[in-house]
T-cell receptor
Framework: QKEVEQDPGPLSVPEGAIVSLNCTYSNSAFQYFMWYRQYSRKGPELLMY????GNKEDGRFTAQVDKSSKYISLFIRDSQPSDSATYLC?????????????FGTGTRLTVIP | GAGVSQSPSNKVTEKGKDVELRCDPI?????LYWYRQSLGQGLEFLIY????????KSGLPSDRFSAERTGGSVSTLTIQRTQQEDSAVYLC????????????FGPGTRLLVL
């Protein structure tokens, strides 16, 4: 079983829609959760970073963590064509290091004008 | 520089040849990471350098893979005797003292082994 599971999509939505992206995980020790956005032929860029459970909002983006269900979500409100990218979740039990950071496979999102 | 840079951006090589991929991290970032991203796969950790500590090589898939970081800055990932399954995007990232929240990625090197 993979540490992190993410539906690869692809996901297509009309402009203005609310997008929900999700990941599940198996390791209950994970407490740092990240969402990255990766445009085509670019490296991932950090979008949201949360610690433990709860919600975090940044503009049109909301990250939600449910540790009891081992489930995290990223919501995008009023989606724009510029949001078209691959979204990767990542999580870790520690704040530092590298071999303890686990990534999902990414969900490819297309927002249609 | 303004961000993490990598070269070359694309590399096509023949099976059995050696390749070198270069990463120039953000100035002042003490930690440097190499990842591999294959189609349909998540980012696969390869190797991690943090300051003057011994590198964490636990992610290297075989002894054909090696990496160096000279002077605490530029890093080179070397793949010897390349195989077709080595074809992937190789991503470099750097961060402040290994703090994951401060990790910035380069654009990657797309390697194709024929």
């Amino acid at each position: 079983q993979k540490e992190v599971e993410q539906d690869p999509g692809p996901l297509s939505v009309p402009e203005g829609a609310i997008v929900s992206l999700n990941c599940t995980y198996s390791n209950s020790a994970f407490q740092y959760f990240m969402w990255y956005r990766q445009y085509s032929r670019k490296g991932p860029e950090l979008l949201m970073y949360t610690y433990s459970s709860g919600n975090k909002e940044d503009g049109r983006f909301t990250a939600q963590v449910d540790k009891s269900s081992k489930y995290i979500s990223l919501f995008i409100r009023d989606s724009q064509p510029s949001d078209s990218a691959t979204y990767l979740c990542a999580m870790s039990a520690k704040q530092t290091g590298a071999n303890n950071l686990f990534f999902g496979t990414g969900t490819r999102l297309t927002v249609i004008p | 520089g303004a961000g993490v840079s990598q070269s070359p951006s694309n590399k096509v090589t023949e099976k059995g040849k050696d390749v070198e991929l270069r990463c120039d991290p953000i100035s002042g970032h003490t930690a440097l990471y190499w990842y591999r991203q294959s189609l349909g796969q998540g980012l696969e950790f390869l190797i991690y350098f943090q300051g003057n500590s011994a590198p964490d090589k636990s992610g290297l898939p075989s002894d054909r893979f090696s990496a160096e970081r000279t002077g605490g800055s530029v890093s080179t990932l070397t793949i010897q005797r390349t195989q077709q399954e080595d074809s992937a995007v190789y991503l470099c990232a750097s961060s402040i003292a290994g703090v994951q929240e401060t990790q910035y990625f380069g654009p990657g090197t797309r390697l194709l082994v024929l």
